[in-house]
């Protein structure tokens, strides 16, 4: 265990999948030496509700609705680098084939015109976040510091990256690294 002080991670999942957080515990072994160097804060695998302040804030996923909005802006005032992991958070990915429908015609068909429904309504209970009209990429929102492609990228480049980073190296992701699906 290296006597250094641990470096704080946040991860999340907005209109994404958790198939980039597979991807990331899919580093399998490697878990435990990454666990002598980072801590997580809020993240699916901890129980912590809101981000606090941390080194890394890593975010599946781009922004389909307001609580994602929110979350983003959380881990945008609270991470000092901040990585978009995936092709939901880069570009909008498979979700934002959506955007070229519309919302409301979308929302009609699966809560109150698809066959088999019963007494269907289209939920709107104040706790429920409202749906945005198209999904975005996470740059259109905050700056984003880095970009990990792939949908998901694999735990090796998720490895590369985060222990690059956590040396204090520029991130770069070699040969066979860099996938977009
Ligand atoms: S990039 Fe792929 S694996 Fe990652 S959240 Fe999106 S759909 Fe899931």
Known sequence: MSGKPKLRVATTSLAGCFGCHMSLLDIDERLFPLLDLVEFDRSPLTDIKHCGLCDIGIIEGGICNAENVHVLYEFRRNCKTLIAIGSCAITGG????????????CLTEVYLTEPGLAHGHIPND???????DKVHPLHEVVKIDYFIPGCPPSGDAIWKFLTDLIVGKTPELGHGLIKYD
């Open 126 to 132: 104040p706790e429920l976040p409202l749906p945005l």
């Open 94 to 105: 498979l979700p934002a084939q959506r955007n070229h429908l519309d919302l409301g015609s």
